[in-house]
């Protein structure tokens, strides 16, 4: 069974620093894109990025260029979205999601949980 | 970049009847167009890629169609579990696979 399976709530201040994680299990996660999806509050769905685990290669939305950094491990099945410097706009839900289609990025087949992080002085 | 337009933005229907969401391209995106579902304090779930393809195990009463810059995506008959917000997303036009707005399909 395919699992995806994020980090818990985080709660931070403006400024600080974030990492969350993503950690994959019932598939090759080396062979499969994975990327992120970010959910403010009481909005729609915006693609951020993706990442092949497999070489590293990561690919931005033009709006999330700079903003956020998008890695992987794939020695332990898990992809990362990170902070430098967070916002209070940063405010919102992630969700990873994996491309189960061999060699190119589509649509995504499997969701992580989520995660809520909540930026606040 | 693409935009995604759905409508209705808030759709109701009786249980048992038909719903139908619409999803439109502002430029044409071939196929490459899925479907998902998001319940209150869920995830999304993939229901229809390829405009057309039911995802694993979702059921029958769902169905898509379209290509180009038009979609549909169709319940038969609505059960109480159906009752969500709905999202198309086109993944033709790198480097932004944007999503539509959502439709919130409630109780009538």
């Known amino acids: 069974e395919v699992q995806l399976v994020q980090s818990g709530a985080e709660v931070k201040k403006p400024g600080e620093s974030l990492k969350i994680s993503c950690k994959g299990s019932g598939y090759s996660f080396s062979s499969y894109w994975i990327g992120w999806v970010r959910q403010m509050p009481g909005k729609g769905l915006e693609w951020m990025g993706i990442?092949?685990?497999?070489?590293?290669?990561?690919r931005y939305s033009p709006s999330f260029q700079g903003q956020v950094t998008i890695s992987a491990d794939k020695s332990i099945s898990t992809a990362y979205l990170q902070w430098s410097s967070l916002k209070a706009s940063d405010t919102a839900m992630y969700f990873c999601?994996?491309?189960?289609?061999?060699?190119?990025?589509?649509?995504?087949?499997?969701w992580g949980q989520g995660t809520l992080v909540t930026v606040s002085s | 970049e693409i935009v995604m337009t759905q409508s209705p933005a808030t759709l109701s229907v009786s249980p048992g009847e038909r719903a139908t969401l619409s999803c439109r391209a502002s430029?044409?995106?071939?196929?490459?167009l899925a479907w998902y579902q998001q319940k209150p304090g869920q995830a999304p779930r993939l229901l229809i890629y390829?405009?057309?393809t039911r995802a694993t195990g979702i059921p029958a009463r769902f169905s898509g169609s379209g290509s180009g810059t038009e979609f549909t995506l169709t319940i038969s008959s609505l059960q109480s579990e159906d009752f969500a917000v709905y999202y198309c997303?086109?993944?033709?036009?790198?480097?932004?696979?944007?999503f539509g707005q959502g439709t919130k399909l409630e109780i009538k």
């Open positions: 430029q044409s995106v071939s196929s490459n």
């Open positions: 997303q086109q993944y033709n036009n790198w480097p932004l696979y944007t």
């Open positions: 999601a994996s491309s189960m289609v061999r060699g190119v990025i589509a649509h995504f087949d499997y």
């Open positions: 390829g405009a057309s």
């Open positions: 990442i092949y685990p497999g070489d590293s290669d990561t």
